[in-house]
């Protein structure tokens, strides 16, 4: 089960959060022109993020158990935790549409000391890194009005 869920999330969860960070943020520096992916690429990798947390939070965060699989972490908690705590550096409204994610990730995957670790140094990079490009971004923006 828990090789199932991996293989589901890299063709899900991980495109969609990854992709819409990747995509809004990183792409244009990526592409040899500089050209930023469109925005209805932006809004396909949302819409993914919002259709996989929905999947995520009916089929195994449904209240059966405080892990994906059980009482205990598994390598598929850390990595789904992992992946949606950058959605903090977005200000991704977890708390607000999916309550039980949200527990999941900020009470229960923070009992794991190399989680809380994760937080702390991998979370805050991206969330800075993240404001930098869109201060960047803005300048050049505004440099050619």
């Not at 199932?4 to 495109?15: K, M, S, V």
């Not at 995509?23 to 992916?37: A, Q």
């Not at 705590?85 to 949200?102: C, M, N, S, T, V």
């Not at 805050?124 to 490009?133: D, G, M």
Request: aromatic share 14%; with cysteine; proline share 2%.
């Amino acid at each position: 089960m828990i090789d199932a869920y991996l293989d589901w999330h890299h063709l899900n969860i991980r495109w969609g959060a990854g992709g819409y960070i990747f995509r809004k943020y990183f792409s244009g520096f990526m592409d040899k022109d500089g050209n930023w992916s469109t925005p209805e690429a932006v809004q396909e990798s949302w819409i993914l993020i919002h259709k996989s947390l929905k999947l995520i939070q009916k089929m195994w965060l449904n209240g059966s158990s405080t892990y994906l699989f059980g009482e205990e972490p598994t390598i598929a908690d850390l990595s789904l935790a992992c992946e949606l705590i950058q959605l903090q550096a977005i200000d991704f409204p977890l708390k607000e549409k999916y309550a039980r994610i949200h527990k999941y990730v900020y009470d229960d995957m923070m009992k794991i000391e190399a989680f809380r670790h994760f937080n702390e140094e991998g979370g805050l990079k991206v969330k800075l890194l993240i404001k930098a490009i869109d201060k960047k971004r803005q300048k050049e923006k505004d440099a050619k009005l």
